[in-house]
């Protein structure tokens, strides 16, 4: 589904400027910081620690228009009309959107999130990750409402907004060519962003002991990739993981100096050189991909 300037998608609906669900307010909830302050003992002086963020929700004020036929002009129709669809679509907008905010098949996942996507003044789509929250809309007044109004809370995974786009290396014209095992290393670079980014790796086997160098950093893993089989390393907090394509999960095999998933970025405003190597490798088909989101700080 394409976007224009100023919607947001979540799900199926579209919502925002020129559809029938306007926005009227979006508040964008400042992120709490998770401070580890404490007074040095016998001083006026604090010593501060380790500093965390809680991301905030962002909070919708908006409204659904329901346009259907009003009866004083059901003999404007064509005479084969049935005068039953004239309010078949009443509470259906109402009703599906209250459905997609209570996200059954998100809520009852452990760590399960979704995007919601929105496009900016400058045409790009962003993601921003989450999970619905609290959904509230205002009772009928008399037959004749076309105008409900609606507040809707989307709690966010962090405090980022991220690319729609996926970008990768080494080839982006042709992404088939993966880059092999001892290849010389490519230059990838941001293009865009003002935060660092989270990135993923995806090995297709056979390989063993894989160790993916980028820029000054390594991702060791000791296992073995048979042939057919892929790996994900991905450090992106809404897929967070080291799994391959068996569904078997790696974490335990992630050595080496980079053992935690979340410190695996690309810098902003960076370029890296991207190389790796293996052993075991028997055919064309052992390749690796580096792929990236940009990230932003702001909407």
């Not at 991301?55 to 084969?80: C, K, R, S, W």
């Not at 982006?172 to 660092?196: H, K, M, Q, S, Y």
């Not at 967070?240 to 095999?253: A, E, G």
């Amino acid at each position: 589904m394409t976007l224009d300037r100023f919607q947001y998608q979540l799900g199926d609906f579209v919502f925002g400027r020129n559809t029938n669900i306007p926005i009227s307010k979006c508040d964008i909830q400042p992120y709490n910081v998770n401070n580890q302050d404490f007074q040095i003992p016998l001083t006026d002086e604090n010593r501060f620690g380790i500093d965390t963020l809680v991301p905030g929700t962002i909070v919708f004020t908006m409204a659904v228009v329901e346009n259907y036929v009003l009866p004083q002009y059901a003999n404007q129709l064509p005479h084969d009309f049935n005068p039953d669809d004239l309010f078949a679509m009443r509470g259906t907008v109402v009703g599906g959107l209250a459905n997609t905010w209570k996200a059954k098949s998100t809520r009852m996942f452990w760590g399960a999130t979704v995007p919601l996507l929105h496009k900016t003044f400058n045409d790009e789509v962003l993601r921003i990750y989450g999970r619905p929250g609290k959904f509230q809309y205002a009772p009928r007044y008399n037959d004749n409402t076309q105008w409900i109004d609606i507040q809707a809370e989307f709690r966010r995974i962090d405090t980022y907004a991220h690319s729609d786009l996926e970008f990768y290396a080494p080839d982006p014209v042709n992404p088939a060519n993966g880059l092999a095992p001892g290849a010389a290393p490519v230059t990838v670079e941001r293009g865009d962003g003002d935060a660092d980014s989270w990135v993923r790796v995806l090995i297709n086997g056979p390989c063993t002991h894989p160790l993916i160098t980028y820029g000054d950093n390594v991702i060791e893993l000791d296992l073995t990739i048979d042939d057919g089989v892929a790996l994900e390393v991905s450090s992106y907090p809404w897929a967070r993981r080291v799994v391959d394509t068996n569904n078997i999960n790696w974490r335990s095999q992630v050595i080496g100096a980079t053992q935690y998933l979340s410190d695996i970025v690309f810098p902003v405003d960076s370029s890296l050189d991207i190389s790796w190597t293996c052993t075991g490798t028997t055919n064309s088909n052992t390749q690796m991909y580096f792929l990236w989101r940009e990230a932003y700080n702001i909407l």
